[in-house]
Nanobody
Framework: QVQLVESGGGSVQAGGSLRLSCAAS????????MAWFRQVPVKEREVVAT????????SYADSAKGRFTISRDSAKNTVYLQMNSLKPEDSAMYYC??????????????????WGQGTQVTVSS
């Protein structure tokens, strides 16, 4: 059974930093596309960053470039999202997601099939 468990959310002032963690379990060590999404009420969930566990390639939403970094610790099977220079508009529920046995290049946002429960990030001005 696939499990993705997020942690690290919280409240921070604008300009601050947070690091989100996603502990993954329940699937074979192989090439997967791991991602962080975020969602605010009445808006669609949007992809923030992805990482391909096969070649390490990463990608970012324009809003995250230069401020957020996605990374992975393969020994711990954990994916991180380091968020710096946070802005109030970064406030959202953040979700870890997986597209198992897929290369990120070929994965569309709607094709992520496994999700964590989410962790709330609130940035105050």
């Amino acid at each position: 059974q696939v499990q993705l468990v997020e942690s690290g959310g919280g409240s921070v002032q604008a300009g601050g930093s947070l690091r989100l963690s996603c502990a993954a379990s329940g699937y074979a060590d192989s090439r997967h596309c791991m991602a962080w999404f975020r969602q605010v009420p009445v808006k669609e969930r949007e992809v923030v960053a992805t990482i391909d566990t096969g070649d390490g390639d990463t990608s970012y939403a324009d809003s995250a470039k230069g401020r957020f970094t996605i990374s992975r610790d393969s020994a711990k099977n954990t994916v991180y999202l380091q968020m710096n220079s946070l802005k109030p508009e970064d406030s959202a529920m953040y979700y870890c997601a997986a597209a198992l046995y897929r290369a990120c290049h070929w994965v569309r946002p709607r094709e992520f099939g496994d999700w964590g429960q989410g962790t709330q990030v609130t940035v105050s001005s």
